[in-house]
Each structure stands twice: as structure tokens, then as C-alpha cells.
């Protein structure tokens, strides 16, 4: 088994950039989901209500985000002295507003108010108590700092499809290859170099899976949640994934070796 790919996600909901080398820190992936949009009461929004969003464009250079926002240009991320609280699922975050630009820019594109937000070093949002009885921190992410997932899955999901679904639509952190479909089933504890990575939850997935990442549209047959939902659903949910905590130290690259340390009861 080895590393396929690695992807992060400076924006929570925006497209994810795909990665030669992610580093590691307290938050999980370095610099993912960080910046989050919210409507104007502080509500985090994302392409399941909006997937629009899938359109708009990111880069990063410099550790400086900039997107580029159809018919309205390219904005560069910079956190303003403006503290805001927001919501994210069920926890109210203490964030920073974005200096002025980018959420106009994304208002005006998506045709409701929204504003950018910021998590800095001083804000701790715990992961899910529920799953992790550790003192754990996430930035924006639903829950977790890390989604695992394994390409066999999406090969066997693709061929009940009878066409192929990219794995962006599940938006993960490492995708891994070299393991039998659905066998992320039973990891508990991955290695990959000097950082292990504990799966403590499978991934429930929902209608995001539906949105076109090129096309920023919702498949009206919605495909590929219909099929997966046929034959992958649990007491959690349509389950795509595993949702992992880290120990240890990047970075990790594509082509390292993954190896499991520990698995669990099928």
C-alpha cells in the first residue's frame, strides 16, 4: 500500500489543491480549512447548498491564498483585526474577518451576502467529543482533521456506476492505494513515514458527492449518492471514508509507503 495522492483545502467548501508534500501541524493537514464563508448571521455555507462554489478558483503561494471568482477577479485572503464568532455545524468559533474584497466579491456571485472568515493559532474548536475522548483540535473541517480514503472504494463504486466519478467529489486528505475495496473498513491505525494516523470514525457522506467539481452542478439523478447508498449504507450514514486524527511528524509525499498497524473487527 502506498500514497496515491494528498489534497488540502485552504478554504472550507472551495476546491482542494492537490499536494507533492503535505506538511503536518497541530490542526491536521498545514494550512487546511482555515478560512471559512458564512451568510451574514455567521453560518457557515458550503456547495451543498451553493455548488456554485466548485467554481471559484484557489491558489496559494507563499503560504498567501488568493481566489478567483468568476466575473468578479482574483482576491487575495488576508485576516483584518475584526473578531467575529460564526458557526460551524454546532460549534460557535471565535474568528477573524477578511480584509474587504473577497466576500463582495463572493456575494456578488452568489447572489446572497456573505462574509470571509479566518481561525487563528488562538482559537481552539475541539474535534468530536463523541468519537475522541483526547483534547484534539480542527479548524473548519465537518469534525476531523483528516479524511482517508482508498482508491480501490471509488473503483469498485465506479464500476456499479458504469462510469467514472472523480475522487474529488469526496473531498479527501490522503487517498491511498494497494488495498482491497472497502478494506479502510477495518484500519484503525495507519503509518506513513514518522506520523501515524488513528481512524476513529467513518465518513457519513451526503449531497456534495452529487456536485460536478468542474461544473459547480448537482447531478439531478443524484449520482453517485443513489448507487453508494444502495449497498454502503449504515447505522452512520452513506459511509465513503475514514476520518483520522495524527501523531508523529510530516511530511508525507505521493509513493510513501503505507503500512496498517492495527486493525479492527469487520
Known amino acids: 500500500m502506498q500514497v496515491q495522492s494528498l489534497?488540502?483545502?485552504?478554504?472550507?467548501?472551495?476546491?482542494?489543491?492537490?499536494?507533492?508534500r503535505m506538511e503536518l501541524d497541530d490542526f491536521g493537514p498545514a494550512g487546511d480549512r482555515r478560512w471559512m464563508i458564512t451568510d451574514q448571521f455567521g453560518q457557515f455555507i458550503t456547495q451543498r447548498n451553493y455548488p456554485a462554489l466548485a467554481r471559484v478558483g484557489i491558489s496559494v503561494?507563499?503560504?498567501?491564498?488568493?481566489i478567483?471568482?468568476?466575473?468578479?477577479?482574483?482576491?487575495?485572503?488576508?485576516?483584518?483585526?475584526?473578531?467575529?464568532n460564526v458557526m460551524v455545524?454546532?460549534?460557535?468559533?471565535?474568528?477573524?474577518?477578511?480584509?474587504?474584497?473577497?466576500?463582495?466579491?463572493?456575494?456578488?456571485?452568489?447572489?446572497v451576502a456573505v462574509d470571509v472568515v479566518f481561525m487563528t493559532e488562538l482559537t481552539f474548536r475541539?474535534?468530536?467529543?463523541?468519537?475522541?475522548?483526547?483534547?484534539?483540535?480542527?479548524?473548519?473541517?465537518?469534525?476531523?482533521?483528516?479524511?482517508?480514503?482508498n482508491q480501490a472504494s471509488l473503483d469498485e463504486l465506479n464500476a456499479r456506476l458504469g462510469h467514472k466519478v472523480d475522487i474529488r467529489r469526496f473531498r479527501p486528505n490522503i487517498v491511498v492505494t494497494g488495498s482491497e475495496p472497502w478494506a479502510e473498513d477495518r484500519w484503525r491505525?495507519?503509518?506513513?513515514?514518522?506520523?501515524?494516523?488513528?481512524?476513529v470514525k467513518p465518513c457519513s457522506r451526503c449531497v456534495m458527492t452529487t456536485v460536478d467539481p468542474d461544473m459547480g452542478i448537482k447531478a439531478a439523478d443524484q449520482q453517485p449518492l443513489r448507487t453508494l447508498g444502495s449497498y454502503r449504507l449504515q447505522p452512520g450514514g452513506v459511509?465513503?471514508?475514514?476520518?483520522?486524527?495524527?501523531?508523529?511528524?510530516?511530511?508525507?509525499?505521493?509513493?510513501?509507503?503505507?503500512?496498517?498497524d492495527e486493525f479492527g473487527a469487520k
Open 126 to 149: 475541539a474535534v468530536d467529543r463523541v468519537w475522541v475522548r483526547q483534547r484534539r483540535r480542527v479548524g473548519f473541517a465537518d469534525g476531523f482533521p483528516f479524511l482517508v480514503v
Open 89 to 111: 455545524w454546532e460549534d460557535w468559533v471565535a474568528a477573524q474577518r477578511a480584509e474587504a474584497g473577497p466576500a463582495e466579491g463572493l456575494s456578488n456571485f452568489l447572489g
Open 189 to 199: 491505525t495507519l503509518v506513513i513515514g514518522s506520523a501515524r494516523f488513528n481512524l
Open 7 to 20: 489534497y488540502y483545502y485552504p478554504v472550507k467548501s472551495l476546491p482542494g489543491i492537490k499536494l507533492e
Open 239 to 260: 459511509i465513503f471514508g475514514m476520518n483520522a486524527l495524527h501523531d508523529g511528524e510530516g511530511p508525507i509525499s505521493p509513493g510513501d509507503a503505507v503500512s496498517i
Open 68 to 84: 478567483e471568482v468568476p466575473g468578479q477577479g482574483r482576491f487575495t485572503l488576508a485576516a483584518s483585526a475584526e473578531a467575529r
Open 61 to 66: 503561494e507563499a503560504g498567501v491564498v488568493s
